[in-house]
């Protein structure tokens, strides 16, 4: 147990190492993440202007949860996983797993854990610094004892549904020689339902409750939603047993793709 602990701590340590290399491309991306503040800030405001209220929440709460957004993007978002692990595919690389007592999906997600951290500690200087400027425009829940207990777990399993989805993408490699259309795809459809274009109980009734069943809602939006207020604590308890099902869900067709993959993987090069 010890050494199967340091096998993929190593693993962690040398993520780690790798995207420190890249953090001034992390915190540039987080600087520019604030102008994507001032146009929430400006839209939203425009749109409330004349209403006290749109779908149940006034301007303070639909900003607030805006602001939430932008540190879970760098805390739990994947950026290029699918990519990397199509790339080890396509390169031969992945052929050294093979032949190692090393299961390639903790591999792989220690590594994950490794550039979150990174990008996830940048992304809060640049908020850190604007924060001053724009608190007297959010409003914050009060009961933060339970949202803090439930909503860390949902955080992490919402860290393991945006990352499994990725590695699902990247292992779609064994069959196909380019996995760009299905990535951009998969973005387009997490942005929209994964509440990062605007908060999803904006949506129809029918189909914000139709997306509740969907893996893009515990990606981004469930996390933010339970932090920033939008859902009560029956509503939290009911979605993190749908998070749950989902994470075994994909965690099932990440390793049916794997086995599924070998079949038709042809160890060449690595």
């Known amino acids: ?65 805006f602001v939430m957004m932008l540190p879970l993007q760098f805390l739990i978002g994947a950026f290029n996983e699918d990519y990397q692990v199509s790339e080890e595919i396509r390169n031969g690389l992945i052929n050294q797993f093979l032949l190692k007592p090393i299961n390639y999906y903790v591999y792989r997600i220690s590594i994950f854990v490794a550039a979150r951290l990174v990008s996830g500690l940048l992304a809060l200087l640049p908020l850190a610094i604007a924060l001053p400027f724009i608190f007297q425009y959010l409003a914050f829940p009060a009961d933060w004892g339970w949202r803090l207990a439930l909503g860390l777990p949902a955080l992490v399993l919402s860290g393991l549904i945006q990352f499994t989805i990725a590695y699902c993408f990247g292992l779609l490699t064994f069959w196909f020689l380019e996995i760009q259309s299905f990535v951009i795809l998969s973005m387009a459809v997490e942005v929209l339902l994964g509440g990062q274009m605007f908060p999803l109980d904006l949506m129809p009734a029918w189909l914000f409750r139709i997306s509740q069943f969907l ?4 990606q981004m939006y469930f996390p933010a939603a339970i932090f920033t207020g939008r859902l009560d604590q029956a509503q939290v308890a009911q979605g993190l047993v749908i998070q749950l099902f989902w994470v075994a869900v994909l965690l099932g067709i990440a390793q049916l793709l794997w086995v599924r993959g070998l079949r038709r993987h042809t160890a060449v090069g690595g």
Do not use: C, E
Not at 7 to 15: E, I, L, N, S
Not at 40 to 47: E, I, R, S, Y
């Open 1 to 65: 147990m010890l050494a199967t602990l340091t096998k993929y701590r190593a693993a962690f340590a040398v993520g780690l190492q790798g995207n420190i290399v890249y953090r001034w491309n992390f915190a540039a991306r987080a600087l520019f993440s604030l102008f994507h503040l001032v146009v929430v800030f400006t839209l939203w405001g425009a749109a409330f202007a004349g209403q006290g209220d749109i779908g149940g929440f006034d301007l303070r709460q639909t900003l607030t949860y």
């Open 215 to 218: 893996p893009y809602y515990y």
